[in-house]
């Protein structure tokens, strides 16, 4: 048997390699038959969704998803590797008070090791969860409600403008879309707090690869791929100038690719690590220190690409017809410069920064603690 019947407060973890094994479907039957929170890693945030969202887990990952894992007494992963991002530098600060299950089908993942009384198991993810679905697991109904709870209470915790603006597209955005994200802070944003309506939608992320750049050929990919299908391209300042001429393939093809920029006028991602680790010693990442931003709009109708500028995302639902129709269309969203990401994890303590306030932690703790 796989599962620790002793367990009071279990989670799932779910990696790319649940998406690579196509278990998306298994992975919602758990839930529902079992209610045990399943919590992502950045790169599967589109795997769970609507009603069964908590979160992603890691150094930006949500606060709620992270106290959970803190308090957590069983972790079952499948198909993540669990590497630098989820989990830090010292494992042992990972979820501190939790027995470890770990399935991958490459044994060199699993070859490093996690805890030192970690299960193992060296198998395919979908035979895997066949076999945890066919186990007799009682109900955690009050557990997975209580988790659901703490998400509620800390959605709005650490929003930024960042994740403001992500979930105002996610209010104009249909059911089961398909959104490709850009890297830079916007990743991070819209891993965070961009939420979708449906089980079956797709946010394609560029992962760790810090790859600037991919949204747009992501967008156009996806695109074509769905028979010139409806496609959200959420991108920055930076990486759509990392791509930007591909402006003209989209509309040499008409594709109905709406590109979303985020536009704080920085380097956002670059200029918080020299803020935090340099100093303030800015190179080529603000406009002080001699980055520049064109005027994407006219760019956009240069070729051909109806734009708009604007300077909130609250204005965003005044173009709801331009993301719902057949035409490809550029909006130039306005953010503040300086914005930093949160929360993120302090990896040397194991510690959520910036630190929650007395009164929401004792909440919190109340219902999961």
């Known amino acids: ?3 620790h019947m002793t367990s009071r407060k279990p989670v799932l973890v779910v990696g790319n390699g649940a998406r690579s094994a196509g278990i998306s479907e298994m992975i919602y039957q758990f839930i529902e038959k079992m209610h045990i929170p399943v919590l992502a890693t950045m790169n599967t945030v589109d795997m769970i969704q609507d009603k069964y969202r908590i979160g992603f887990i890691g150094t930006y990952g949500n606060r709620a998803s992270n106290m959970i894992l803190n308090e957590c007494d069983l972790v079952i992963s499948v198909g993540a590797r669990l590497g630098l991002r989820q989990i830090g530098h010292m494992p042992e600060l990972f979820a501190p008070n939790a027995k470890l299950i770990r399935c991958d089908v490459d044994q060199y993942e699993l070859a490093r090791q996690i805890k030192d009384d970690e299960e193992k198991y060296n198998m395919d993810a979908k035979a895997f969860m066949e076999q945890l679905l066919a186990e007799d697991i009682p109900d955690y109904s009050e557990w997975w409600n209580n988790c659901r709870e703490v998400r509620d209470l800390l959605d709005e915790y650490d929003d930024t403008e960042g994740n403001k603006l992500m979930k105002a597209i996610s209010e104009v955005l249909p059911e089961n879309p398909t959104v490709t994200v850009d ?37 156009i990919g996806a695109s ?12 920055g300042d930076g990486g759509l100038q990392m791509n930007i001429q591909e402006l003209e393939t989209i509309s040499r093809e008409q594709l109905p690719i709406k590109i979303l920029v985020v536009n704080n006028r920085e380097l956002g991602k670059i200029s918080e690590i020299q803020h935090g680790s340099y100093q303030d010693r800015y190179i080529i990442t603000t406009p002080e ?7 994407f709009v006219k760019v956009a109708n240069a070729y051909g690409i109806k734009g708009a500028k604007l ?10 017809e331009w993301l719902e129709d057949s035409e490809p269309c550029l909006l130039n969203i306005m953010l503040t410069p300086g914005t930093l990401l949160i929360p993120k994890i302090k990896w040397e303590t194991g510690t959520i920064k910036p630190d929650i306030d ?9 219902l999961i603690g």
Not at 187 to 197: D, F, N, R
Not at 311 to 320: G, R, T, V
Not at 358 to 366: G, H, I, P, T
Request: some cysteine.
């Open 1 to 3: 048997m796989i599962f």
């Open 183 to 219: 890297i830079g802070q916007n990743v991070c944003w819209a891993a965070q707090s961009l939420y979708l309506k449906g089980t079956e939608g797709r946010i394609i992320i560029g992962g760790s690869y810090g790859a600037m750049g991919v949204g747009m050929p992501y967008a």
């Open 224 to 235: 074509i791929s769905t028979g010139n299908g409806l496609t959200f391209c959420i991108t």
């Open 289 to 295: 220190s001699g980055y520049t931003v064109p005027d």
């Open 311 to 320: 300077d909130s995302y609250k204005e965003i639902m005044d173009y709801k």
């Open 358 to 366: 007395d009164e929401m932690l004792a909440k919190v703790k109340a």
